[in-house]
């Protein structure tokens, strides 16, 4: 590869399996990773600063042109525990719903969650650097990733978006996914899918190389995210950017 394929990644506790390999000494030969939180790698994308992401889904539409280039994902087929709706009164309760500006599709599912499933207007606000400290009385939150985990042992009532997606519409869904923008060489799409599948076969030793306090991260990878990008993750894909048009 005569120019170096940029590659954009999550730093994030759920994405530690799909850069295992990188990590210990699987190199693609002409890439280069950079790790970010998911809108700022979705920024990097659009902006052509990479040129594959593991990018929120809803971003998909924004690019001029999109290339799903592996079979792994950021995806859950039940309670996903990192992406919830947290509230200290029940949801036909909630009347402010602060959301978290480090992902563009949970908030976007939150928004349909609460106009289709729960059936509530509540008003949205932009949450700040540590907006979960506001959740209180009839203020909820969407808190996504790491913090999630931290905010679980907090509120009174907790709303699994990937949950609440799966009982509305029967189909599992995805959060992020490996896109790119341009077409890239298939040796390099092939040893890419490899060093994401390194690191999901080694799942126990990725949860030892990242001690957790908040959360039993063996259980998190094998039993909250779903990895594999399925047939049916692809149905719940194409649902929720149909959807999406409805709230953006």
């Keep these: 590869m005569e120019k170096k394929i940029r590659v954009g ?6 994405t530690k399996p799909l850069l295992y390999g990188w990590k210990h000494g699987y190199h693609i030969e002409g890439s ?3 790790e970010a939180y ?6 990097m994308l659009l902006n052509d600063e990479v040129d594959v992401g593991l990018v929120p889904v809803a971003i998909i539409p924004k690019l001029k042109e999109h290339y799903i280039v592996s079979d792994y994902c950021i995806g859950a087929d039940g309670p996903v525990a990192s992406v919830c709706l947290f509230s200290e009164v029940p949801i036909d309760k909630v009347e402010k719903v602060l959301l978290d500006y480090q992902s563009r599709t949970s908030v ?6 609460m106009k289709h499933y729960w059936k509530i207007e509540p008003e949205l606000v932009d949450g700040g650097i540590d907006f979960q400290d506001e959740i209180a009385s009839t203020t909820a939150a969407v808190v996504i990733g790491d913090r999630a985990f931290e905010q679980r042992l907090k509120s009174k009532y907790i709303y699994d978006l990937a949950e609440a997606w799966i009982d509305y519409t029967g189909l599992p869904f995805v959060f992020a996914a490996w896109v790119a923008n341009k077409k890239l060489p298939e040796c390099f799409i092939n ?6 599948r390194i690191g999901l076969s080694h799942l126990e030793k990725v949860a030892t190389e990242n001690p957790y306090e908040f959360y039993d991260l063996h259980h998190y ?4 995210i779903s990895y594999t990008l399925s047939e049916d993750k692809r ?3 194409e649902k929720f950017l149909e959807l999406l048009k409805d709230v953006t």
């Design 221 to 224: 990878y094998t039993a909250n």
């Design 235 to 237: 149905k719940g894909l």
């Design 9 to 14: 990644a999550v730093s994030y506790l759920n």
């Design 191 to 196: 040893q890419f899918n490899e060093a994401n």
């Design 108 to 113: 976007n599912l939150a928004k349909i969650l």
């Design 32 to 34: 280069e990773v950079y």
């Design 38 to 43: 998911p809108a700022r790698v979705a920024e």
